[in-house]
Each structure stands twice: as structure tokens, then as C-alpha cells.
């Protein structure tokens, strides 16, 4: 019997079989589940070590909508009602009724671990379409072991999304292939298929290209088809021409279509298409490096037919739903890329395109299995994977492979390679030459395969192959899980125990947070999250942002808090307020005080059970966390209890140690109005104190205060930039001077004259 007419493993295992044994069907299904349970355990391990959520603003966000939708029914950010994002947020919020946080945030990471886990099995039986048991065990590891489930431990759509796109593509596949079955399994798969890649959408938005994957493999099925072939073989050179401009006819069609509905897709594609290209490219070598660079070329290479293989329905529709699969998402995934560049920033997007994973290692597990490839299309995955991780990521944007950062948390494939300039002092050259050497191995490897005499040979050398491949996978999952660890611990440091210390006090009472300069929210989102109680949040000055509302309330001269239009209808009122002290000072009874990090120290944040209605004390704006004021200088207001008091302001560049020029500076005193945008401001000047701040100097000024209500401002003449004076400092604002406003009852010393800086 020749080669070409010797039936693969995969049908050999398909004829009929002796009726199996209870033993026989648990030891069929262990592997697998072995398999599972192995991969859980690690990343159970891995989502205990991870402390706090840091990824924000989409941790917090999908937790906002699954608190609520626990608590209600009905999803919300921060109280205003909200789109259910995720089917994600629907399966974490049962989670969510526990009322501890911290419990319920390991739960949340547990169900995460055993879901995303789960892409095993899909995998597994997409995989048993076209390969035996073993390939397919193989496939389903690696696809288990990926770098991206290191998101397993993230609030993240990921994890739902990941294994879902994963069934998607089985189910679409095996209804491709029962297509000529019974009729009871052709409509049940494809009912299946059908529901499935309609509810995708659902699952992540991303997802929508399931739907359209399933139509081009469709498409792909019918040109593949005996029938098709047939009817081509009577075309003529205007038949080929005229399907080629039909062809592009189409995609000029949908696209026009797009863009008309679309102003991001028109923007895209009409100014920005090389970018679509270049960084769907940056995210194809993430995925190639986190996959270990190999599964990538023979994922790719599996798609083109063997010269003389054997027909096989099975391997046709894997490759339809395949090809389907990498155009749709790839498409996507650049195309989303070249948008967040022009509205966000320039991203290796391999977080988009991670669903592609199991397809190459199903791919690959075919080449594994039947042992013989296509030599062109060998050579042109190898030559393409070799382009991706040695040429297009070496320069991908500032610094090659990104191995300057400790974890590139929308391109977890890079972990492995920044875990090794860590801990193995790999260079970007070093981690070039590697990938390099993996991309020529996996190119001998394949074609060895096939032309290696003895059989034991070729199934050692397919299982060394399987081996280093899950291998590399998993320890790049580990390295990402360890960079994001380690990130979870620096921002614990920074929130401080006890994590819930509003809670603690409040015991669930509506709490609002107002904050004022913060150069860097993560602190707040941290605080948000970890307490329940706050339910508003918001900041004088825009500095603090969604997910969610996030405006300044409405003040009256007096300093009461509305959010309405009617100050006497001033809306909802709060029992507890967390206020970012010294600018912000509410009016009622201090309850607690918590540290932080920020601005290169520690702050406060102080929790005030407020009177009714709510109101400001005073106010500052204009501040950075470490104290500097900036371009617009800074002010402060005082709504109530100022008269017969004093205003001490420090104002320095004590803490600069670079030279400067002295600077003119100029203290203002007046009594407080409120503007028509009915927020605080200035009146007519009442007094003005000038002085001049050296270098290294700092002046201490006692303002009497002019009446019950007032504020004042401190301008500083010449301010400068940090990194301008020494090109060593990375600071590129605009700063005056350390400003620091403080009220008093008492009177500044006998020797210090009133309304006066010395």
C-alpha cells in the first residue's frame, strides 16, 4: 500500500470499536482531565499570590457592573445605569453577593481560573476532528498553557471570552462536517453553531468576528468543494478575472458601508491603513513569541494541502474554519490597534488576537500527527514568523520586544522574554537570535517529520516537538503570572492595609470621594474598589475619572454640595465623605485617617461622617500630590468659620535641587464669589502681598482672613520644567513652587506682622 493511500491515525481511530467499559470510558476521559486539574491547580496558586486588582480602569469597571447587577438585577457604573458589557459581568455577579471583599475577590478569581481553563476542551475535540488522541491531549495542554491565561487571575473579559471563542470554532467546524450526516445531527450542529456565534458578541464585543468567520468558512467550504473544483476547471481567463473583481467589488462595498455607519472605521481605513498592517503585524509576533514561535509556523503551514493527501472532509473544514478564524480576528485585531493609536495610544494589541491560539495548535498538532507538510508552505510561515519576531517587534515602538517593563499587560507573550532580560540578562539582541533559532528549528522539525526512515525517529522527534512546545508556553504563563504578581504587591504597598477601612467604619452607609490633584488615580480606583460604601466619586479640578460619573458637585457661597440645578433640591446627600486632605475639608465629624502613597510620600485620606446637608469647609486646587503647584497656580477658598481666623501659607522650592532663577511672586486675598458655572472663584482683590522666592528658599506668609468667607491665590511668576533644567530628570511639568495653605484660630507669633511673608 503506498503512502498516500494509508489512512491517517485519525481515521483509523474512527472505525468501529467493541462497546467500551465503564473503566475504559474513565480512563479514555483522564488524560484530559488530568490535564485540567494539573493547569487549574497552577493558576489557582498563581490567583491566590495576586493580591489587589491593578489593571485598571477595566477591573473596576466590570466589577462596578457585576456588583450592581448582584445588588439590583440591572448593571451600573457608580450608580448611573450602564450597558451589561460582558455576559462576564452576569456569571461573576452571583459571586459578588458575598459580603466580604476580599472573599468575594477570590472567588471571582477561583471561577476565573476554572473557566478560562476550560479552553482545554474544546480544544481537545476540535482537535480529535482531524488528529488521534494524543496530538489532540497536546493541543488542548498548550492551549491551556498559553501566556494569556495569566489573565485567569484578572477581572477580565478574557477569561470568559478565550475558552468561549475556542467552542465557537469547534462547534462551526463540526457543523461543517456533519453537514452530509443524519439529519438529526446536521441541524443539531449547526443549530448549535448557529446560537453560539450569535450569542459570541455577547460574551466579549471583540467576538462579533465569530459571526463573520463563520460565513467566510462557509465560503472558504464551498470553493474547497469537489463541485467548485469541478466548475473551475471550466473557467476561463475573463471567468477568473471577473471573480476577482467581484471579489473586490465586495469588500469595497462593506467597507463604503462601514465607513458610512462608522466614523472610526472610516478614519481608519482611509487614513491610517499602513498602521492596520504594522501593528496587526506587532501582535502576530507577540502571539508567535508567547506560543513559543514554532506552533506559529505550523499553524500556518498546516493550512496548505499536502501534494497527494489523502481527501478527508474532516481536514478541509478545519482549515476553512482555520483560515476563517486568522483573517477575522487578525483583521480585528489591526484594525483596533490602528485605532487606539490615533485616539489613546500606540499598543502591541496581542490581548485581541490570543484567540487564534488554539486554531495553531490544532495546526500544528495535524503536522505533528500525520507527519508530512506542504514544502511552500513551510517555507512561507517560517519566513513570515521569522519577519514578525525578528524584524517587525524589534523595533515595535520605543524599546524592542518591550523589555523594558516588567509585564505589557496587552501583550502577555512578551513575558517570557522580559522575565528572561530579568533573570537571565537576555539583551534584545540575545532574545532576537533565540527567536530566530526557534523559527529555523520549527522549520527543520516539520520537514524532518516527514522524511526521517524509521517511525520511531519521527514519533520521538513529534513528541520532543509537543513537549518543548507546552514547555515554553507554560513558562511564559508563569512569567507573565509573576510579573502581574509582582505588580499586585507594588500597588498593595501603595493602598496600605487595612483595604477596607471605609467599610470597616461606614458599615455599607452611601460614602462619597473627593479628590483634588491626583496626577495618578490608581490609588482611588484601588480605594473604590476595595470598599463598597463609596458610591460617588469626583474631584474639584477633572483630575479624577471614570469608569463612570465623575464630575465636581455644584457649590453655593456657603459651601453646601448640590448635583442639581435647585440648590434648595441639592439631590442625593451622603453619610460619610473620604476627602483628600488638606484641599479638600469637609464640613462634620472626623472618623478616621488612612495613609497612602503618592507624589513620592505618603497622604492622607481622611473619612468625615458629614452634616446635612452636605458641605465644604474650604478647598484648594491647583496642587500636585508632592505638594508643587503648576502651570495655572494654585487657590484656595474658605466657605465658612473664617472670620477671626488667619491663613498661614508656605510657599518654597526648598526641594528642588537643581538651579533657579528667583521669581516674582504674588499672594491675592479676596472675599469669595461663585461663578455662573457655580463654582468658586475670586471677587475684587481686598489685599496682595509681593515677595521674591530664591533658589532653595521658602517664605512663610500670615494673611488675616477678611471676613467669613474668601479665598486666595499665590502666582508665581517664573515657573520652569524639570526636565528642561537637567535632561536626566524625567519631570516634563510645568512647576512654581511647593504651596501649602493652612486656617487657624491662632494668631501667628508676636514677632510675625500680619499679612506678611518672611
Known amino acids: 500500500m503506498s503512502a498516500t493511500a494509508t489512512p491517517s491515525r485519525r481515521e483509523t481511530d474512527a472505525r468501529a470499536v467493541p462497546a467500551q467499559s465503564i473503566a475504559d470510558r474513565i480512563s479514555a476521559v483522564l488524560p484530559l482531565t488530568s490535564v485540567y486539574v494539573v493547569l487549574c491547580f497552577v493558576y489557582l496558586i498563581e490567583a491566590w499570590n495576586r493580591v489587589t486588582p491593578w489593571l485598571f480602569t477595566d477591573e473596576l469597571e466590570l466589577t462596578q457592573l457585576s456588583r450592581s447587577i448582584a445588588s439590583t438585577g440591572h448593571a451600573a457604573r457608580r450608580g448611573v445605569p450602564h450597558s451589561f458589557n460582558s455576559l462576564y459581568t452576569y456569571l461573576t455577579a452571583p459571586v459578588w453577593l458575598i459580603d466580604d471583599v476580599s472573599r468575594a475577590y477570590a472567588g471571582v478569581k477561583y471561577l476565573d481560573v476554572f473557566v478560562m481553563a476550560a479552553v482545554v476542551f474544546p480544544t481537545y475535540f476540535l482537535a480529535r476532528l482531524v488528529v488521534g488522541r494524543g496530538p489532540a491531549l497536546f493541543a488542548a495542554a498548550a492551549a491551556g498553557a498559553v501566556p494569556a491565561l495569566a489573565y485567569s487571575s484578572y477581572i477580565a473579559v478574557e477569561t470568559l471570552a478565550y475558552p468561549y471563542a475556542a467552542l465557537c470554532f469547534f462547534l462551526i467546524a463540526k457543523a461543517l462536517v456533519e453537514r452530509r450526516g443524519t439529519r438529526r445531527r446536521r441541524y443539531g450542529w449547526a443549530t448549535a453553531a448557529v446560537v453560539a456565534s450569535l450569542v459570541a458578541p455577547s460574551v466579549r464585543g471583540e467576538l462579533v468576528v465569530v459571526p463573520i468567520a463563520a460565513a467566510l468558512a462557509i465560503l472558504f467550504a464551498v470553493w474547497s468543494s469537489d463541485w467548485a473544483r469541478q466548475r473551475r476547471k471550466e473557467w476561463s481567463i475573463g471567468d477568473w478575472i471577473g471573480t476577482i473583481t467581484l471579489t473586490f467589488g465586495a469588500i469595497f462595498v462593506i467597507s463604503a458601508i462601514a465607513s458610512h455607519h462608522s466614523l472610526e472605521w472610516y478614519g481608519i481605513t482611509t487614513y491610517w491603513k499602513h498602521r492596520i498592517l504594522n501593528m496587526g503585524n506587532w501582535a502576530a509576533g507577540a502571539l508567535a513569541i508567547g506560543l513559543g514561535v514554532i506552533p506559529f509556523i505550523g499553524g500556518i503551514a498546516a493550512l496548505f494541502r499536502v501534494p497527494g493527501e489523502q481527501p478527508s472532509r474532516e481536514l478541509r473544514m478545519f482549515r476553512c474554519v482555520s483560515l476563517a478564524g486568522l483573517i477575522a480576528v487578525g483583521m ?387 515657573k520652569f520644567i524639570p526636565h528642561q533644567i537637567d535632561p536626566n530628570l524625567s519631570d516634563p511639568r510645568v512647576l512654581g513652587a511647593e504651596v501649602s495653605y493652612r486656617f487657624t484660630k491662632t494668631p501667628p507669633p508676636a514677632k510675625v506682622k500680619p499679612n506678611t511673608c518672611g
Open 332 to 718: 480585528y485585531t489591526g484594525m483596533k490597534a490602528a485605532y487606539l493609536s490615533t485616539v489613546f495610544a500606540t499598543r502591541v494589541e496581542e490581548r485581541n488576537l490570543i484567540y487564534v491560539a488554539p486554531l495553531l495548535l490544532v495546526g500544528t498538532a495535524v503536522l505533528l500527527d500525520r507527519r508530512r507538510v506542504n514544502l511552500w508552505g513551510l517555507v512561507a510561515a517560517t519566513a513570515y514568523a521569522a519577519y514578525l519576531v525578528g524584524y517587525a517587534l524589534y523595533h515595535p515602538t520605543q524599546f524592542p520586544y518591550e523589555m523594558n517593563v516588567q509585564l505589557y499587560s496587552d501583550a502577555l507573550g512578551l513575558a517570557i522574554l522580559q522575565q528572561a532580560n530579568r533573570y537571565l540578562y537576555w539583551t534584545p539582541d540575545t532574545a532576537r537570535w533565540v527567536l530566530l533559532g526557534l523559527a529555523l528549528a520549527g522549520f527543520v522539525a516539520f520537514l524532518a517529520l516527514g522524511r526521517l526512515r524509521r517511525a520511531t525517529l519521527s514519533a520521538l522527534l513529534a513528541a520532543v516537538i509537543a513537549l518543548g512546545i507546552v514547555a515554553w508556553n507554560l513558562t511564559g504563563e508563569i512569567s507573565a503570572a509573576a510579573g502581574t504578581n509582582s505588580i499586585s504587591r507594588t500597588a498593595a504597598a501603595t493602598l496600605r492595609h487595612p483595604f477596607t477601612w471605609v467599610d470597616d467604619i461606614t458599615h455599607g452607609k452611601p460614602t462619597i470621594y473627593l479628590g483634588e490633584g491626583e496626577a495618578d488615580q490608581n490609588p482611588e480606583w484601588m480605594l473604590e474598589f476595595w470598599n463598597r460604601s463609596i458610591v460617588t466619586v469626583g474631584s474639584l479640578d477633572g483630575s479624577v475619572d471614570g469608569p463612570g460619573p465623575s464630575g465636581s458637585p455644584n457649590l453655593t457661597t456657603g459651601g453646601e454640595l448640590y448635583w442639581t440645578n435647585d440648590p434648595a433640591n441639592p439631590g442625593r446627600q451622603y453619610a460619610y465623605a473620604v476627602e483628600d486632605w488638606p484641599c479638600i475639608d469637609f464640613a462634620g465629624t472626623y472618623r478616621g485617617v488612612h495613609y497612602y502613597r503618592a507624589g513620592g510620600g505618603t497622604r492622607p485620606w481622611r473619612l468625615i461622617q458629614l452634616t446635612h446637608p452636605n458641605r465644604l469647609r474650604a478647598e484648594c486646587v491647583g496642587i500636585y500630590p508632592d505638594g508643587w503647584t503648576g502651570a495655572a497656580d494654585s487657590q484656595y477658598f474658605r466657605f465658612s468659620e473664617g472670620k477671626g481666623g488667619w491663613l498661614r501659607i508656605v510657599i518654597s522650592r526648598r526641594n528642588w535641587g537643581g538651579p533657579t532663577p528667583p521669581t516674582p511672586v504674588h499672594v491675592l486675598l479676596a472675599p469669595l464669589t461663585i461663578l455662573p458655572t457655580r463654582q468658586p472663584a475670586l471677587s475684587r482683590t481686598s489685599g496682595e502681598v509681593d515677595l521674591s522666592l530664591g533658589d532653595g528658599q521658602t517664605k512663610v506668609c500670615w494673611l488675616r482672613a477678611p471676613g467669613d468667607r474668601f479665598g486666595a491665590a499665590v502666582l508665581v511668576q517664573n
